[in-house]
């Protein structure tokens, strides 16, 4: 059983900044891709960054500048670190990743962290 369990959201002001944490856990292999996806009522799920095993990283054009994603593979553990938030960035951010265990490889979501942008 793999579990992916996130942590870093909260409230913050117009311009502030905040780091998500997502770790994985389980009887696992190794991880390929883990990525950051955000999500608002009413509103599909949309790609926030991507960061491949070797470490490539893809962002979506409106977190670029702003969002740095990052692994560490020891700690099955990703990271996104955002700056400069505006109220648009307000939503549930859940973290994905490609595990691999000894009987399958599968995708993987966590539960989700709200992040609220507020003054």
């Known amino acids: 059983q793999v579990q992916l369990v996130e942590s870093g959201g909260g409230l913050v002001q117009p311009g502030g900044s905040l780091r998500l944490s997502c770790a994985a856990s389980g009887n696992i292999l190794s991880i390929g891709t883990m990525g950051w996806y955000r999500q608002v009522p009413g509103k599909q799920r949309e790609l926030v960054a991507v960061?491949?095993?070797?470490?490539?990283?893809n962002h979506a054009d409106s977190m670029k500048g702003r969002v740095t994603i990052s692994r560490d593979n020891a700690k099955n553990t990703v990271y996104l670190q955002m700056n400069s938030l505006n109220v648009e960035d307000t939503a549930a951010y859940y973290c994905?990743?490609?595990?691999?265990?000894?009987?399958?490889?599968?995708?993987?979501w966590g539960q989700g962290t709200q992040v609220t942008v507020s003054s």
């Open positions: 994905n990743m490609r595990v691999y265990t000894w009987n399958r490889a599968g995708d993987y």
């Open positions: 960061i491949t095993s070797g470490g490539s990283t």
